[in-house]
C-alpha cells in the first residue's frame, strides 16, 4: 500500500534532507518542488522575463520543459530545464534572490501544481515544499510541517553554500531566509502554511538519525490508519 507524503515548511529547515531519506527507505520517488521553482526562476532571469508582465510569464512558461533524472553516482534526483542538467546553476545566490517572488507568481505556481498533482497520481511519494499540504495534495496520508530555529537554519545553509561559494556570509546567508521566509509566508497565492492536520517537526535539537526515526514512525501510523479505513 503506498502513499503520499507531504513535508512543507520554512526555508532551509533540512525538509530535502528527511524526505531524501524517507524516500530512500521506503523506496519512493522523492520530489523537490523548490527546485522546480528554482529552474523557472533561472530561465526568467536567463531571458529576462519581466516579472510585472502576466502575457510575458504566460508565453515564457510555455517554453519550459521540467523533468527529473536520477544521477546513479549520487543516487539523487536532479533537475533538468528544457534537458539541459540544472542541479547546480539553481543554487545559485542570483537564483536565490529572486526565487520567492517568482514563486509567488499565480501563473507560476498553477504551472508548477498541475505537474506536482500528475507526479503523484499513483502515490509512493515523498514531496517537500511550501504547499504540499495546504494545496498540491491537501488529501495526502502524511503531512508534516518542518521548523528549527532561525539561527541554525542560517548555520545550515550558510555550511551548504560555503564549499562552492567561499566568499559567502553569514549575514547574506540570513538576509537571504528572512526575505524568502516572509515573502513565502506573506504571499496572497498559496502561502506556506501548516495544514491543520499536519505532524508539526522541530528538529533544533534533533540529529537527521532521530528526526527519521520520528517520521517512520509517523508513516507506519499513517499506513496502519489508511489500512484501517480501507
Ligand atoms: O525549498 P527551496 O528553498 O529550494 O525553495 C525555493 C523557493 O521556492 C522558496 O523561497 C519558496 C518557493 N517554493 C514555493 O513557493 N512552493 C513550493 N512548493 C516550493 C518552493
Known sequence: MKIIIAIDGYSSCGKSTLA????????YAYIDTGAMYRAITLYFLRENVSLKHKEEIEAALKNINLHFELNPETRGSEMYLNDENVARNIRDMIVADKVSEVAAIKEVRHFAVEQQ???????????????????????AELKIFMTADPEIRVKRRFQELYPTNPLITLDE??????????????????????AEDARLLDNSEMSR??????????????????QSLA
Open 20 to 27: 531524501k531519506e524517507l524516500a530512500e527507505q521506503m523506496h
Open 117 to 139: 498533482q500528475k507526479m503523484g497520481k499513483h502515490k509512493g511519494l515523498v514531496m517537500d515544499g511550501r504547499d504540499i499540504g495546504t494545496v498540491v495534495f491537501p488529501d
Open 173 to 194: 546567508v540570513r538576509h537571504n531566509l528572512e526575505m524568502r521566509d516572509y515573502i513565502d509566508s506573506n504571499r496572497e497565492e498559496s502561502p506556506l502554511r501548516r
Open 209 to 226: 538519525e532521530e528526526q527519521l526515526k520520528l517520521a517512520l514512525q509517523w508513516v507506519a501510523e499513517a499506513k496502519e490508519m489508511k
